[in-house]
């Protein structure tokens, strides 16, 4: 079995408004990347080492935006607002349909 690479945040499904897109997106909110790395070609062992980071990064705030401290929060507000612009422009919509 061949091991399944991340396309990378840009060539992810619903403009990167995935699993995998918000972990890169967050991680560029923590300082983690930055925000030039696309994680394209990355392995699933390299994407789960990120989540690990993102996912510790968010514990001192219980994984809740609102619990950011202003810096952070308006970084993440500005980063997921384009990714939402972004996404909708491709044809994205945030209805849920009937299988959600």
């Not at 992810?12 to 408004?17: E, P, R, Y």
């Not at 390299?46 to 993102?54: A, F, G, P, R, S």
């Not at 993440?76 to 009937?98: M, Q, R, V």
Request: net charge negative; glycine share 8%; charged share 25%.
């Amino acid at each position: 079995m061949t091991e399944q690479n991340y396309a990378g945040i840009h060539d992810d499904i619903n403009g990167g408004l995935t699993h995998l897109g918000r972990i890169v997106r967050d991680a560029w909110v923590f300082g983690i990347l930055p925000e030039t790395e696309t994680c394209a070609g990355w392995s699933t062992s390299q994407m789960q080492t990120l989540y690990e980071k993102v996912h510790e990064a968010w514990e001192p705030y219980a994984h809740l935006p609102s619990r950011l401290p202003d810096e952070l929060r308006e970084r993440h507000t500005a980063i997921y607002e384009e990714a939402i612009k972004y996404a909708k422009s491709n044809g994205w919509s945030a209805e849920l349909g009937d299988d959600d």
